[in-house]
């Protein structure tokens, strides 16, 4: 069994809330488990053991870009984040979510 800690296990959590087809930002996601630090899920996220379970492919940064992926911002780990997002319809334009629509918001 793969240790984690209980903050991990928050983000993870609701990174499962995500539905396929959508995408939401870090600190929304942050804003979720009632975290101040966007930052920190994205370390929680870069470490995830548990994918394709947990699907942090759908997180993505605040302005609506890609963010990273597997700890890379760049190179062959985003175009992975890339393609497993258009295989559920995410499209980016310009390096940009294209329909704001698809942006998840927890409720």
């Known amino acids: 069994m793969t240790h984690v800690t209980d903050f991990q296990q928050k983000v993870y959590t609701a990174t499962r ?3 396929a087809g959508k ?3 870090y600190a929304l996601l942050a804003r979720r488990i009632h975290c101040r630090c966007p930052r920190a899920v ?3 996220l870069r470490r995830n053991p548990f994918a ?3 699907p942090c492919h759908r ?5 609506l870009t890609l963010g990273g992926f597997g700890g890379d911002t760049h190179g062959e780990k985003l175009r992975q984040k890339v393609s497993l997002l258009r295989r559920e319809g995410v499209r980016f334009k310009d390096g940009k979510l294209s329909d704001p629509s698809q942006l998840f918001t927890f409720s």
């Open 17 to 19: 809330e995500i539905p």
């Open 23 to 25: 995408v939401t930002t």
């Open 42 to 44: 994205g370390q929680a």
């Open 52 to 54: 394709p379970d947990v």
């Open 59 to 63: 997180v993505i940064a605040s302005d």
